[in-house]
């Protein structure tokens, strides 16, 4: 037993030398000899084979399919800077927001490879999964772990209990050379570029083809950190991963505000194509942790970081035609088709034009010869007309006056670039990608109804709108080509399934515009209805904070502040807002300050002022709901075609959809009554509790608390389950309340204030 743990530890140690620091200390022929005893030994006493042995690497039992995945921690993606002055838009909303005049960047190469994410139990690697779409992805537990660059066990100690690293798993440039040479000898149709060939290669479901290609991987961020600390910044992290074994870009820096990103931008950029790898930009991270949590993030991309891409590569082509296509929403947009042209390793023959505006706005004709590129190295789009080469007789591109597909108006909203066609769910191509939403795995989750099926209900005129899913029958199902009278029943039963839903997973359904599954669950949670949500109005959404537009708290403050210690300062014959405007008060614009003055009329008056009325902002009720969302949800509901759809899907002769109301006199009821007893109060969530965390959560924000990842002397509550560990403790050394469920019930319900420890 002791000679297989020391050659697993000897072992893990040649692996760390030679695929992460790229200096091996023995011979190829030597890691052989060791490999070999070690499996020799594991094969005459299986009892000394552990997960996370070397010889584990390779001959893991084949899958027939990868499973989900649901990442603790969302996998968001970067919001994107084109030039150097989106970048100085980035840094100034940074250091406005941080309330502070330079900010340091963690800047490292942004591959183009593929996201995973690596969950390490007790330093033992447990889980691989991709990003997915960022809530879930599959499972590639078994195909990661044949990665050399991947360590199965970390090295040194003082790791957290549960900690997961994301990073980006690749094909150095060389290696995929070979690979195309060895795939075309074979016969084989080659991968059109290194990151095609990394997708393929980790999403094999034999690992042992997968250890076959020479992946690896570069760590450059964390998600879910438990009973642990990666240190007080990106690079304090990112060395921590250094020092257990994980391999981090050589490349990573540390730069301060704009001018530094922008330096690292352009270094990098002239030594693009000597790296090993593809790159399409760089990523600049704020590299204070506290900071990161302060800013936050969107919907889709955290606010503290961007990704600066470069220029993609470009070719010309010849425009055939200008057609419009029509999306799931009704958008109308314009696509040119073109002569197909290998563009980044892809064979091109397609082209977004986005919208009218942009079409007049390049003058794209059908005969042109155009620059194309791949946006983001992703999408292609047009980007210039070559002019002297245009034919004679072209004519300009004009917005349809029809649908092309139903033949329905096509509208502009006035202040919108995007034209819709106005048939709604009675135009065939909206209603098959109405109903292939309506019935995914996170929507209603009818097994069965897939896209073929769902284009001959629609071509058939079956189906006008999802409603019409369940007036079917067995019969009606079976009649269709290949569908078979089992495949008919099977569909009837997962559509009675689908009956008994949850509102958040209806609401999502419906497919209103920008509302994802995130948005879908706090609009249950908040409104617990569905006729409080369809009543609904922008200012049940959206409210306007009295105070001073673009005055914040700290602003407000140190204007205060600075009056108060000058009691005599006061501005003379010069105007009152201008006097203001000079005062040097960070944050304090000349338009905020003609506002104070005209609310105040002079420094006596404006120093009995208080924060709060100065302090002015739009705040939003709902988490992911802004006023761009709100307007979107209720313009869906007011649409009477809209509401057709949803009597007929909630009517018990028809749809028949149901889900569970909270219970009278329930938190969740109280949190759909509008009434927030927790506002104000900053609440921390630690142990084995009743229900889901993120339901919890849901219901807490609704009753107005705010609910934070860690303990501080700023919590006011822990709301504490089975097996609450060093955040219990912590909390009772800080004397902060620790609650259970039952207290916190009491307590949300009106009770009056609980003891130190209800829990």
Known sequence: MRRAEALRTELHHHN???????????????????????????????????????????????????????????????????????VQDFDRRIRKD?????????????????????????????????????????????????????????????????????????????????????????????????????????????????????????????????????????????????????????????????????????????????????????????????????????????????????PPREEQTVVRAVEFQVGRTGAVTPVARLEPVDLAGVRVSNATLHNIDEVHRKDVRAGDTVIVRRAGDVIPEVVTVVEQLRPRGTRPVELPKHCPVCGADVVRAEGEAVARCSGGLSCAAQRKEALRHFASRRAMDIDGLGDKLIEQLVERDLVQDPADLYRLGVDDYADLPRMGRRSAQNLVEALDRSRRSTLARFIYALGIREVGEATAAALAAHFQGLAPLLAAGIDSFIVDEPGIAGVGEKTAAALLEWLDAHPDAAPGDEPFADWLAELGVRGLRPAAAAQIAERWPDATALRGAAVAELRGAKHSLIDGVGPIVAAHITSFFAQSHNREVIDKLLDPDIGAITWQAPAAGSVAAKAGSGRQP????????????????????????????????????????????????????????????????AALMALTAGGSEPAADAG
């Open 678 to 741: 927790l506002a104000g109060k900053t609440v921390v969530i630690t142990g084995t509790l009743s229900r889901p965390r993120e339901a919890i959560k849901a219901r807490l924000e609704a009753l107005g608390a705010k609910v934070t990842g860690s303990v501080s002397s700023k919590t006011d509550y822990l709301l504490a389950g089975a097996d609450a560990g060093s955040k219990r403790a912590k909390a009772e050394a800080l004397g902060i309340r620790v609650l259970d469920e």
């Open 98 to 310: 941080l309330d502070t005049d330079a900010v340091d960047y963690v800047a490292e190469p942004k591959l183009d490879g593929l996201a995973i994410s690596l969950v390490y139990e007790d330093g033992v690697l447990a889980r691989a999964a991709t990003r997915g779409d960022g809530v879930a992805g599959e499972d590639v537990t078994a195909q990661v772990r044949t990665i050399g660059a991947v360590p199965l066990r970390l090295q040194g100690g003082g790791w957290p209990r549960l900690l997961e690293v994301r990073g980006e798993v690749y094909l150095p440039i060389a290696a995929f050379e070979r690979l195309r040479e060895q795939m075309l000898e074979a016969g084989q149709t080659p991968f059109k570029n290194p990151r095609n060939a990394a997708a393929g290669s980790l999403r094999q479901l034999d690992p042992a083809v997968t250890a076959s290609r020479p992946l690896t991987m570069f760590c450059y961020g964390f998600g879910a950190l438990e009973d642990g600390d990666l240190g007080a910044t990106q690079q304090d992290a990112l060395a921590a991963f250094r020092g257990w074994g994980l391999r981090v870009s050589p490349e990573s820096r540390v730069v301060t505000g704009a001018p530094g990103c922008i330096a690292y931008h352009r270094a990098i950029g002239e030594r693009r194509d000597r790296l090993d790898y593809e790159i399409d930009g760089v990523v600049f991270k704020v590299s204070d942790i506290a900071a990161q949590r302060r800013l936050g993030h969107r919907a889709r991309d955290p606010i503290w970081a961007i990704a600066y891409k470069y």
């Open 16 to 86: 760390y030398c030679y695929y992460v620091l790229d200096n091996p200390e023995i011979s190829d022929a030597e890691y052989d000899r060791l490999f070999r005893e070690l499996v020799a030994l594991e094969t005459s006493y299986p009892a000394l084979r552990t997960p996370d042995s070397p010889s584990q690497r390779v001959g893991a039992p084949l899958g027939e399919r990868f499973a989900e995945v649901r990442h603790r921690v969302p996998m968001l993606s970067l919001g994107n800077a084109r030039t150097d002055a989106d």
